[in-house]
């Protein structure tokens, strides 16, 4: 699971009221995906960690800390270290949190992406923005990120705070709830509660009449502005978390908790993964590090090649997932959650045709068929 726009917002929040003002102390890098910030206040020390892509929060876990750090967290330490964090924000309703940062007489924007691969980016204020460190350079359709470039927001749907009646629409899609995702950044699961509440079928393929979208609008409002915190675990395993209540978890033998801030919630709901067989910080000697780099170059190559070989054949297929990029996102989130409750091949390809009918699960894979 990763979390939402919607939840990051109450991240963004909550972090902003809880840290503003902080004094940033080391900067970790415990693996290759998992980072944790030490920041103090005049309520005490906290650690904030990072799991790139899934998700951001403080936490009271014990998280280790390498004995030496890597390049790019040096480079972190150097700007960084001492700064005062001015203010924690979320650009966009994007699943993104900008950290501004007064350090050494200079203003900073630490940029935490979590979506795709997931990212780390400082930017310098003072110079438009540019680049200053980056955790993985990437290269996107619209935007491109590498040292020494403006850093540029991804394009955004639609707040649902911000929704209007006429947003209300199939927009050219097959049913109503395709439509509002298509234009409103929202989680399915969100979006969903309001149908639910407003009495209204999801998979209704017409336009509503006036007043049953009106009401449809003041329930999704309501669902997202709601700010109660949950787990949902079932067979002692959390299985499930949201920012509001959602009813389909009424049923099914499902346990409820409760909790009074969002960050506390993701802390509970996140084991952060330790295991990651890369290594990171600095290795025991010149000749180990070598062996490291040879190793991952080979391996970059090779990835390279693959690459490549795939790229005419992704091309073809990317905008036709792009149209129906919130539906796959579903099954990724569905198949992750019925993988961790140890369901069978058989019983995912059977959840996954309720979505999308030629929808399968093989081999660890869901298997889409995409007509050009």
Known sequence: MQLADLEYFYVAKEMN?????????????????????QVSNDDGKFTLIIQLPDYLTSTKRDIPSPERPSNFIMALRKRLANGIIESIEQPGFERIIIFNISSHGKHYRLVVELFSHGNIILCDSARNNAIDVIYRKESWRDRELKRGVPYVLPPSKLSPFLIEPR?????????LMAGILSQVSVAPKYLEEAFVRAG??????????????????????????????YTYSKDGKIVDYS????????????????????????????????????EVGAAKGEDEKGRHREAAMAKMKERLAALEAEELRARASAMHIHKDYHKVEHMIGLVR???KQGKSEREISKALSQIDKDAQYKNGMIILRIRC
């Open 167 to 175: 947003h209300i629409s199939l927009n050219g899609k097959k049913t």
């Open 17 to 37: 009221g809880r840290f503003m003002g902080s004094r940033i102390g080391k900067i970790y890098q415990v693996t290759g995906r998992l980072f944790k910030i």
């Open 337 to 339: 959650q019925m993988r």
């Open 200 to 229: 209204i079928d999801p998979h209704i393929g017409r336009e509503l009449h006036p007043e049953d979208r009106e009401r449809l609008l003041y329930m999704i409002k309501g669902v997202c502005a709601e700010g109660n915190y």
């Open 243 to 278: 920012v509001a209540h959602l009813t389909k978890y009424e049923s099914g033998g499902y346990e409820k908790a409760r909790y009074k801030s969002v960050l506390e919630m993701i802390d509970a709901a996140y084991e952060p993964v330790l295991s990651e067989e890369e």
